[in-house]
């Protein structure tokens, strides 16, 4: 495969990315734009036009696949493909302002109704003469490889790329690297897009990513459950993703706690509890030196997450602090996550006991009407759960009613006969939740219909 097709792809990603965090008016971008229409350029030297399609989760290019993107352009693919865009043709006379509004078409315009119906008159409409867009059935090199074309987007590959994404800003934060903010800040952005159309989607995969003991799985499920907190209170965009981004630094301070303590299920001795304390002072010393690209918020964050309005908060002051929103926010989704991915020598805990148990708490937190805003938005039993209801059925939890928080809308799977959706507010107390059923254990016939 070409060498300067290749550079051409990646800094035209890139530009993808950084349209959805920056305006077209951004020096940043800018810089990115000179990057990527000089690399155009340099293939469309030699060929009349250049067209680059999308097949799957792969970008395709005179019947090759580049593979190598798989992780990089997961997500800017879902974003081309969930703008109807499955063909992009490139001609001989691009234009660097034709290349500035393509994208800036993609990241704004795409969104409205009647652009989707026909995208590409929408673009030459606005001036855009040498890039077309299609599909891929329509003309071209790669329609013979359009069969795995038109896949939807696949939320749980969303959920792993971020993973990914997340592993490998942690380590270079970790390994005193420079931080590659821009990959992380933009699958962050695609979460909290996916988030605001699709959220039972993604919040289904905390209920069953929370059994998955990955390093990095509290970080992103605290991270993403943030995210829907503060979307639902009403923060700007921009606050959701800085909020997101802190969220996933909170506990980067226990990378210098030994594991030994931290897999401990025992009761800690006064000496391990000292050295646990002390992950949100480490964390935020190490982030210190990251402020320049992740600014001051996730070093705040990781100082403040484990702050309460009793003797067990840390760490110790001398002064009083009310901590910031974000930590607040923070703090709640943190101990909702730990507590539901804790695994002991007794039992995991249901999402009922889970709810006792912080409600009981929730006094000690900075500000408990978050606690119980916290619930009427997540519900009592979350979407995805696998439960029992009276009378022997097993059902799936689908939504959440705001005003009802132990009675969601759920979907019945057994018996068959009775198989269907149901709200439980509506039966007026004939139907309701007997226990949870762990879609790992005495659940996981029902893993696949979650
Ligand atoms: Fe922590
Ligand atoms: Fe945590």
Redesign the pocket.
């Known amino acids: 495969m070409p060498n300067n097709i290749e550079n051409a792809l990646r800094d035209l990603i890139s530009l993808l990315q950084v349209i959805k965090l920056y305006t077209a008016m951004h020096p940043r971008f800018n810089k990115f734009l000179d990057k990527a229409y000089e690399s155009l350029r340099g293939v469309l030297i030699n060929r009349q036009e250049v067209i680059i399609g999308i097949v799957g989760d792969e970008f395709v290019f005179e019947k090759e696949i580049f593979f190598e993107f798989s992780k990089t352009a997961k997500s800017t693919i879902s974003y081309l493909k969930a703008r109807g865009v499955e063909k992009i043709i490139f001609s001989g006379a691009l234009q660097k302002e034709e290349l500035a509004k393509f994208v800036g078409f993609l990241a704004g315009d795409s969104d409205k109704e009647e652009v989707k119906k026909n995208p590409q008159e929408a673009l030459y409409l606005s001036g855009v003469r040498n890039i077309t867009l299609g599909k891929l059935n329509s003309a071209g090199a790669v329609d013979s490889l359009s069969v795995a074309a038109n896949k939807s987007i696949s939320y749980l590959s969303l959920y792993e790329s971020s993973l990914d994404q997340v592993t490998d800003s942690l380590d270079g934060v970790l390994g005193e690297q420079d931080l590659n903010y821009l990959p992380l800040r933009f699958a962050i952005n695609n979460i909290a897009e996916n988030m605001a159309v699709k959220y039972n989607e993604i919040l289904k995969l905390i209920t069953l990513k929370r059994y998955d003991t990955g390093t990095f799985i509290h970080l992103l499920n605290v991270s993403i459950l943030s995210m829907y907190f503060s979307t639902k209170l009403g923060f700007s965009k921009e606050d959701v993703l800085d909020i997101g981004t802190a969220a996933l630094f ?2 980067i ?2 990378i210098y706690i030994s594991r030994k303590i931290i897999k401990k299920t025992d009761k800690l001795t006064e000496d391990e509890f000292k050295n646990m304390r002390s ?2 002072l480490l964390g935020a010393r190490l982030l210190l030196k990251h402020t320049e690209t992740l600014g001051v918020l996730p070093l705040i964050v990781a100082f403040e ?2 702050m309460r309005q009793d003797a067990k908060s840390y760490p110790k002051l001398s002064f009083s602090c009310i901590p910031h929103i974000a930590s607040i926010i923070v703090s709640i989704c ?1 101990v909702y996550d730990a507590l539901a991915q804790r695994r002991s020598y007794k039992a995991d805990y249901p999402p009922n006991v889970i709810y006792d148990l912080i409600n009981k708490e929730k006094e000690r937190f900075f500000q408990p009407q978050m606690v119980s805003k916290f619930f009427s938005i997540m519900g009592v039993w979350p979407v995805g759960s696998v439960v029992t209801l009276n009378g022997g059925r097993v059902a799936i939890v689908r939504e959440q009613n705001e005003n009802d928080i132990f009675l969601p809308k759920v979907e019945i799977m057994y018996p068959p006969s009775r198989k269907g959706h149901m709200d439980l507010h509506q039966s007026q107390g004939e139907d309701r939740i007997e226990s949870f059923v762990n879609p790992l254990r005495q659940g996981k016939g029902y893993l696949s219909m979650v």
């Open positions: 909170h506990d301070g226990k992950h949100s997450h484990h943190d």
